[in-house]
């Protein structure tokens, strides 16, 4: 089945702004300047910008068809294909220095960027002809070392071109590519620890090489792709071992993750220290990006409905509090510290002279434009739903007609859902939808029919579906208590899959509230917000999104408060 899935609530409009402000406003010929001029000879990673931004726009496209995009993007892969050397080489380094400091993982991103293009826009042969002969060069230049021997990091950014070796393999057919892939998984993609027998064993992800957190994440998303054609149960093992460390041990309650330095960019035990106040920035949005990314693999490869809950919870919190309200850019870094006043700003320039550039303005995008694909998916002839957002989720069932589901209701700020099917004939096929964790006393009702639903599983009809049914979920959004993991000084509140915060537009920050709740009100919306909450003595709460989402200093906000 087939599926073109268009956003209609938060995460729509959120994808639709940054579209028309940040996508369709871009210099794409700037982009492509350093691979034509071999500008890095400073070792920088202007490389990655290109594969970075058409990777975000190609996927963005798929769902959201637009001519002027579509001509951008074309022009950026015609542009970028005239910078290719006769020998097959795409790089944004002079050949003296080329391997040296970012060449690889700005290489890593050209590749991929190219291969979405081919898959979502246009499956033009010359792409993918130049995809190939771009990856045979950078192999050859490699010969006999081992690709982890390159670059930053121990070789983490490096060894994340697992993934585009195995896509590379998969659109080709090329053995080649897959032979250098389980090579470069033997390495462990580092080569100061073997990440893959490391996370098998149980090791914690801030004790796995210097702890870079998406990179990391990158290279275990390439060996779950290389687990799919070639199953492994070491593969296998590491990668759940992987998703369940950084779920426990390097979250925060926004979902996002990342600290250690001024960006936020590690892994450093995030969970247990998000309230700390002495442990850098926290949470770098490429981190929220690739584990979104990453997590959308696993739960295909796993139909685990609570990867779907960690998925919920980062889009809704992490990402749509990354990102302004007008689609015009995304932080660098979240707040810190969540349990701390403190406020939203945009990043400077990452390379001084080169735009307006920065690494997570760049993916922050493509963290967005996998939101339709977690609305909905397909699961051999099962058409899954993931969430529900108000959207249009047009599919092609598997008698090959064209149907679509109308999702209604205003979740997640509202938890009573209807989905509506217009078809032309009736049909059977299973449909699954998920309860999320945290939704007790779910209800589904079809016809006369009502079915309870256990959290954090899905409700499985296999049925004859016809025009105009309807189905009723029932999620209750009762607002819940959570305390600070290791620190008994600071609750915060979650209602649904949204984290709520104190926003200084609508009261004090730092008073201290009482652990057990009092009140739990409904108040009007207002402009800027998604969602207001009055709740804990008197304490009016909005969503984490919308808090401090003026991107001013004068406008702080608190998520962790402390208790009195």
């Known amino acids: 089945m087939q599926r073109q899935i268009q956003l209609q609530g938060p995460l729509g409009s959120a994808l639709r702004n940054v579209i028309d402000n940040r996508l369709k406003k871009l210099d794409y010929h700037l982009l492509v300047q350093p691979f034509a001029e071999k500008m890095d000879a400073d070792e920088r990673w202007r490389g990655e910008f290109w594969g970075k931004i058409v990777r975000s726009a190609c996927l963005a496209y798929r769902h959201n068809p637009d001519s002027a995009l579509r001509k951008k993007l074309d022009i950026a892969v015609r542009e970028l294909l005239a910078t290719q050397d006769k020998d097959g080489c795409i790089s944004s380094y002079p050949k003296s220095q080329q391997l040296t400091g970012w060449d690889v993982w700005g290489r890593k991103y050209v590749l991929l960027g190219l291969l979405r293009y081919y898959e979502t826009v246009n499956p033009s042969r010359q792409v993918l002809t130049s995809a190939c002969r771009m990856a045979k060069q950078l192999l050859a230049k490699i010969g006999q070392n081992r690709i982890v021997d390159f670059g930053a990091h121990f070789g983490l950014p490096s060894g994340s071109l697992l993934r585009g070796l195995v896509?590379?393999?998969?659109?080709?057919?090329?053995?080649?590519?897959?032979?250098?892939?389980?090579?470069?998984?033997?390495?462990?993609?580092?080569?100061?620890?073997?990440?893959?027998?490391?996370?098998?064993?149980?090791?914690?992800?801030?004790?796995?090489?210097?702890?870079?957190?998406?990179?990391?994440?990158?290279?275990?998303?390439?060996?779950?792709?290389?687990?799919?054609?070639?199953?492994?149960?070491?593969?296998?093992?590491?990668?759940?071992?992987?998703?369940?460390?950084?779920?426990?041990?390097?979250?925060?309650?926004?979902?996002?993750?990342?600290?250690?330095?001024?960006?936020?960019?590690?892994?450093?035990?995030?969970?247990?220290?998000?309230?700390?106040?002495?442990?850098?920035?926290?949470?770098?949005?490429?981190?929220?990006?690739?584990?979104?990314?990453?997590?959308?693999?696993?739960?295909?490869?796993?139909?685990?409905?609570?990867?779907?809950?960690?998925?919920?919870?980062?889009?809704?919190?992490?990402?749509?509090?990354?990102?302004?309200?007008?689609?015009?850019?995304?932080?660098?870094?979240?707040?810190?510290?969540?349990?701390?006043?403190?406020?939203?700003?945009?990043?400077?320039?990452?390379?001084?002279?080169?735009?307006?550039?920065?690494?997570?303005?760049?993916?922050?995008?493509?963290?967005?434009?996998?939101?339709?694909?977690?609305?909905?998916?397909?699961?051999?002839?099962?058409?899954?739903?993931?969430?529900?957002?108000?959207?249009?989720?047009?599919?092609?069932?598997?008698?090959?007609?064209?149907?679509?589901?109308?999702?209604?209701?205003?979740?997640?700020?509202?938890?009573?859902?209807?989905?509506?099917?217009?078809m032309s004939r009736p049909e059977n096929f299973p449909v699954r939808l998920r309860i999320p964790g945290w939704a007790e006393g779910a209800e589904l009702t079809y016809g006369r029919t009502v079915r309870k639903g256990a959290p954090g599983t899905y409700v499985t009809l296999q049925r004859e579906w016809k025009n105009d049914t309807r189905l009723e979920l029932s999620l209750p959004l009762q607002t819940r208590a959570v305390l600070a993991p290791g620190d008994a000084r600071h609750v915060a509140w979650i209602r649904g899959p949204l984290v709520l915060a104190r926003d200084s537009r609508l009261g004090k920050l730092d008073t201290p509230v009482a652990g057990k709740l009092t009140q739990d009100k409904a108040l009007p919306s207002r402009p800027g917000f998604l969602l207001l909450r009055k709740v804990v003595n008197k304490d009016v709460l909005c969503d984490y999104a919308s808090a401090g989402n003026l991107f001013d200093p004068d406008n702080r906000l608190r998520v962790w408060l402390p208790l009195a």
């Open 167 to 422: 896509k590379l393999h998969s659109l080709s057919g090329e053995k080649q590519f897959l032979e250098e892939a389980e090579k470069l998984a033997a390495s462990g993609c580092n080569h100061l620890h073997h990440l893959f027998q490391a996370a098998a064993q149980g090791v914690p992800p801030a004790e796995l090489a210097d702890g870079k957190a998406y990179e990391m994440t990158s290279c275990f998303d390439g060996l779950l792709s290389l687990n799919a054609i070639k199953p492994n149960p070491m593969y296998q093992q590491a990668v759940l071992n992987y998703y369940q460390l950084v779920r426990d041990r390097e979250l925060f309650i926004t979902g996002g993750g990342g600290l250690k330095d001024l960006n936020g960019e590690f892994w450093y035990e995030g969970t247990t220290r998000q309230t700390w106040d002495n442990v850098g920035a926290l949470g770098e949005t490429c981190v929220t990006v690739t584990w979104l990314r990453f997590c959308q693999h696993l739960l295909r490869a796993t139909n685990d409905a609570t990867i779907a809950d960690e998925m919920e919870r980062s889009f809704y919190n992490a990402l749509l509090g990354a990102v302004k309200p007008d689609g015009s850019s995304f932080m660098h870094r979240n707040p810190t510290p969540l349990a701390g006043a403190s406020f939203r700003y945009t990043p400077p320039p990452q390379i001084a002279g080169f735009g307006d550039h920065d690494c997570c303005l760049a993916q922050g995008p493509e963290g967005l434009a996998l939101a339709p694909g977690f609305i909905a998916r397909m699961d051999g002839r099962a058409l899954v739903f993931d969430g529900y957002e108000d959207s249009l989720v047009n599919f092609t069932t598997p008698g090959g007609q064209q149907a679509t589901w109308r999702i209604g209701g205003g979740y997640p700020m509202n938890g009573e859902i209807t989905l509506t099917l217009t």
